[in-house]
């Protein structure tokens, strides 16, 4: 080069003349970028990227004088612009000297989505802020300057001040092996000054960013815990600035997770033909942060697998958005088939320890590094609060959903279902549901806890119940550990609309209900094949809208099953038969039209699905993970396919419908099943399917008796072979709305026992009971029974409103009622009944309830002047009743009062329900030693004296009020019937 002058110091210098032309250049282009960078508005990003590179590239120029030089020759204006160029370029706190107050304020935000260049000190003799280009570049690798000695830069440097990357780490290299003895000491401390400017580096770009424009991840496998400083970001938001990792497994994971995202960004900028991270960043819906990848000590931990992937990384990451920080330590022997060269290559070099601190970037400016920003606590709390406040990205639920006038439009002949959950990138993100062509018949969604598996479900059921009617689609949405919020979708207090599409809502469902839905779709899927055969069909998609052979065309079924896993927790018959109806429910569901929803947080530690993992997920090419661990990830979509371990935020999630192959991967973002909306939603689509026309779906809540008024508004009480009315026990754990009964014969043995715990359930279960018998006996126009109910516990305010809510409806049925309280009154009424049987003095049928008889003062005592006891004569009443029409229903407490007041054999009544009891006493009054009985809230033991099996039933809950006044209206006679009955 003709102008450049060899120094006496063997420096390379250029003639003033041509700084003084390059600095006059300069500070033009300094004071176009500071008018230019002002006006950027954001569709503009991409565009203002390539002018900052190209002012990188002026301030790189300039930057070739010698330090002397660069001091005499720079002027105060000079300065003042390469300063402000500097801010430009390394905005907000990202170019901030260290001391500046302003660290202390907050607000440490650049404006900008994300700072691309960070500051690292001063240009040694002028004081101009040096600020070196991290994100938006491969990264850097940084050496220690103790391992390289002017010599090495003499040897190695013919035309340029600095050396490249290359060359100095091939002098440490050579210098490390034959090392003099202090050495080791100073690379000590350079080591620290290398992770003082990766670590200050990660602080500028966090505090500097957007929230979520930027996320870091750590490998320190020395457990330096440089990363600390940010470690109450990392608390509150790991997505920002994750805990590192110490370890290969650790690390393995992490770079699992980058890969993906960098293959998916190439994949999603190849379809939209776009080049450059910032403009994939412009156009998409969800959010790509900047990643920034730190490993310390490299290549200390790093195998060969690693490296491989950390090359892939640092060739590929610049464009994908993905920057590497790697300090090196040249003291660590690197793993068999790891040659660090490959990874620091495509680095850019920067050189730190001593006083000084040199930039491959910048060749030939000797920096003087900054000391670290001393308030850090001031800027994670400034970056914990920004990011707190900063909406996450959100797609409104309405976004996804079609023109109204496609709404229920029949599913055409070979047409399946589609729903649009979300948006991958501009593009509707759709889910697809068909038996064939290609077959898409389930689906399988995880996530980890928070991360919108909820909202993914919820959006999904919404949207499909927009798409196809009630007649097309039917829906069992079933959780099965309190997940889900479905209890919102059924009616509920003050609220009469549903989504008319469900049939079944299992609200934290047991695995005993869960096994029976599944045993009822089964069934289902039999009956379907009988109607399938009489159509000459083999696929619901071969049936036109109108049906065929006269037969109607069945709906489709959804049928969403969240933490299904529980269903084959344990070890006993029960997981059995559940993973076999999965089984067999995968396979051939199909083409019935029966989609499954399988949903869970994780499928870690289920034995029984690992061992079937094959035979179920193979039928369920339609896989959605939201952020999960890698593993989970592994298991949902594939193995080898981490990709929702990249995922940054609750709501972006991984679609793939080919079985989790890695190159179906689409990443999504979820749409924002808004409570509200959703509400007016299913307001709309219940007026829309008829109203109070619409049968209401099977609702089942582990926790939560039967509903009385619920049960009677569906079902008409009927009656056994015999004519007996069949009284409501409650409803059993299974699909069917069809109560557990017990048939209320004129015979020996007719009446109920009622024992174990809980006035209320007490009572709930004698409604029951009651009303039923009452309206069966009035549906068939026989005579209808009084009620004598003897209340010992008339004093107890808990039962009154259940007690006078029963009273008022069987009233309205056309049914009087006695009402007796104190407790002689009932020791005296239990003689006079027992006169009127012995007699034949009955005068009609009669129902004795009792609730409460353990608490009956003198039951078991002879009353002055009598021979037997209160006690001896219900017995009789049990014994003799029902022969003479007065059946009774009682309750006790414990079966050990039963005894004490009716004696050991109780054979006048055999029709048991228990409710909360010792399992001994349930054991020795059904005969069944080996019977098991966990007396769980609203569940009951029904054994009505005939079957071998005692029944388990969800008891009904007492009336309330208002439920009361309902049914009172309901079961009023008509006025026709009225006049009948008088
Ligand atoms: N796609 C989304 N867009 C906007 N907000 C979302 C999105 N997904 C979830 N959220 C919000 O994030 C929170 C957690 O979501 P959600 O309840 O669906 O998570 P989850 O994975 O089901 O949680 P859990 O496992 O605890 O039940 C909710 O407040 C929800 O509204």
């Known amino acids: ?237 790991g997505q920002v600035v994750s805990r590192p990792v110490h370890d290969a497994a650790g690390l393995r994971s992490v770079l699992a997770g980058l890969g993906e995202v960098s293959s998916m960004r190439a994949h999603r900028m190849a379809q939209a033909g776009l080049s450059k991270f910032e403009q994939l960043q412009a156009r998409s819906r969800s959010s790509d942060a900047h990643r920034v990848l730190v490993v310390l000590d490299y290549p200390r931990g790093v195998d060969q697998t690693a490296q491989a992937d950390l090359v892939r990384l640092a060739q590929s990451g610049q464009a994908r958005g993905i920057s590497l920080l790697v300090t090196f330590d040249p003291t660590a022997q690197p793993a068999p088939g790891v040659n660090p060269d490959d990874l620091l290559g495509p680095l850019s070099t920067v050189v730190a320890g001593g006083d000084e601190l040199w930039a491959e970037a910048l060749p030939g400016v000797s920096v003087v590094p900054d000391g670290p920003v001393v308030d850090t606590e001031a800027v994670c709390r400034d970056v914990v609060e920004r990011t707190s406040k900063a909406a996450l990205p959100t797609i409104g639920f309405t976004e996804t959903l079609p023109p109204r006038e496609t709404w229920w439009v029949p599913i055409e002949q070979g047409e399946g279902l589609e729903a649009a959950i979300g948006f991958t990138d501009a593009d509707p993100a759709v889910v697809r549901l068909r038996s064939g062509n290609p077959p898409l018949p389930h689906v399988l969604v995880a996530g980890a806890i928070g991360q919108g598996k909820s909202n993914l479900l919820l959006a999904l059921i919404h949207n499909l119940a927009v798409r196809y009617s009630p007649d097309d689609l039917e829906m069992y949405l079933i959780d099965m550990k309190h997940g889900v919020e479905f209890a919102r979708l059924g009616p509920g207090p003050g609220r009469k609309a549903f989504l008319p599409h469900a049939k079944v809502l299992g609200i934290h469902a047991d695995r005993t209900f869960g096994v029976a839905v599944l045993r009822h779709l089964n069934q289902e899927l039999v009956a379907r094949s009988q109607v399938f055969k009489q159509m000459d069909v083999t696929d619901i998609a071969q049936i036109p809208p109108g049906g065929l052979a006269g037969l109607p065309r069945p709906a489709r079924m959804l049928v969403v099953l969240d933490e299904f896993q529980v269903l084959l927790d344990g070890d006993d018959d029960l997981a059995t038969e559940a993973v076999g109806l999965l089984e067999r429910i995968a396979r051939i569901a199909r083409s019935y039209g029966v989609h499954m929803v399988l949903s869970t947080q994780t499928l870690d530690g289920t034995p029984k699905l690992t061992a079937k993992r094959d035979s179920i997920f193979g039928q369920v090419p339609v896989r959605i993970a939201l952020k999960t661990t890698s593993n989970d990830s592994q298991v949902v979509l594939g193995a080898g396919n981490s990709a929702a371990a990249g995922l940054q935020f609750r709501g972006q999630a991984i679609l793939n419908d080919n079985y989790g192959a890695t190159g179906d991967n689409r990443q999504i973002q979820v749409a924002h099943a808004d409570p509200d909306v959703l509400a007016d939603l299913r307001r709309e689509l219940w007026e829309r399917a008829g109203g109070e026309r619409v049968s209401v779906p099977r609702v089942f809540h582990l926790a939560e008796p039967a509903n009385l008024r619920t049960t009677v508004g569906s079902i008409e009480p009927g009656r056994d072979v015999t004519g007996a009315p069949n009284a409501w026990a409650g409803l059993p754990v299974a699909v069917t709305e069809q109560p557990a009964t017990i048939p209320v014969r004129h015979e020996p043995g007719a009446g109920v026992f009622i024992v174990g715990d809980g006035p209320a359930d007490a009572l709930g279960v004698i409604t029951g009971l009651t009303l039923s018998t009452v309206l069966a006996a009035r549906g068939a126009a026989a005579e209808i029974p009084k009620v004598v109910l003897l209340d010992a516990t008339a004093a107890d305010p808990a039962t009154t409103v259940g007690k006078r809510a029963l009273t008022d409806v069987l009233f309205a049925a056309g049914c009087s009622v006695e009402h007796v309280t104190s407790h002689e009154s009932i020791t005296a009424r239990i003689f006079t009944l027992r006169d009127q049987i012995r007699d034949r003095q009955v005068p009609g049928p009669l129902l004795v309830l009792g609730h409460g008889l353990h608490a009956v003062a003198g039951m078991t005592q002879n009353p002055e002047g009598l021979m037997e006891s209160p006690a001896s004569a219900l017995d009789d009443v049990l014994k003799h009743g029902p022969g003479a029409g007065v059946v009774t229903f009682a309750w006790w407490n414990r079966l050990h009062v039963v005894t004490e007041q009716l004696g050991f054999k109780r054979s006048s009544v055999s029709a048991y329900i228990f409710l909360k009891h010792p399992q001994d006493g349930v054991r020795s009054a059904l005969g069944q030693p080996l019977l098991r009985w966990a007396s769980d809230p609203a569940r009951c033991l029904v054994w009505d004296g005939i079957g071998v099996d005692p029944v388990l039933a969800v008891p009904f809950a007492p009336l309330t009020a208002s439920e009361g006044e309902q049914l009172a209206l309901q079961v009023r006679p008509t006025t026709g019937r009225t006049e009948a009955t008088r």
């Open 1 to 237: 080069m003709s102008d450049q002058v060899g120094a006496a110091s063997g420096e390379v210098v250029e003639s003033p003349g041509t700084v003084e032309e390059r600095m006059r250049a300069l500070a033009g282009a300094a004071r176009r970028l500071v008018v230019d960078a002002r006006s950027v508005a954001m569709q503009e990003e991409s565009a203002a990227v390539a002018r900052l590179s190209a002012a990188k590239r002026a301030q790189a120029s300039v930057a070739v004088l010698p330090v002397q030089q660069q001091a005499n020759t720079l002027d105060a204006q000079d300065r003042r612009q390469l300063a402000e160029q500097a801010a430009v370029l390394a905005p907000g706190a990202a170019g901030w000297e260290p001391g500046d107050g302003r660290w202390r304020r907050g607000n440490l935000a650049a404006g900008a989505r994300w700072a691309g260049f960070v500051r690292v000190g001063t240009a040694a003799g002028t004081g101009v802020p040096v600020v070196l280009p991290l994100l938006g570049t491969t990264g850097w690798c940084v050496l220690p300057s103790s391992a390289v000695t002017e010599d090495d830069f003499a040897e190695v440097s013919t035309d340029q001040v600095l050396p490249d990357g290359r060359a100095v780490r091939e002098g440490v290299a050579a210098r490390a092996t034959d090392a003099p003895d202090d050495l080791a000491g100073r690379l000590g401390q350079d080591r620290s000054a290398c992770l003082t400017v990766v670590q200050q580096a990660v602080l500028r770009v966090v505090a500097a960013s957007e929230p979520f424009g930027v996320q870091v991840e750590t490998f320190d496998p020395q457990v330096t815990g440089v990363m600390g400083v940010l470690g109450a970001v990392t608390s509150r938001f």
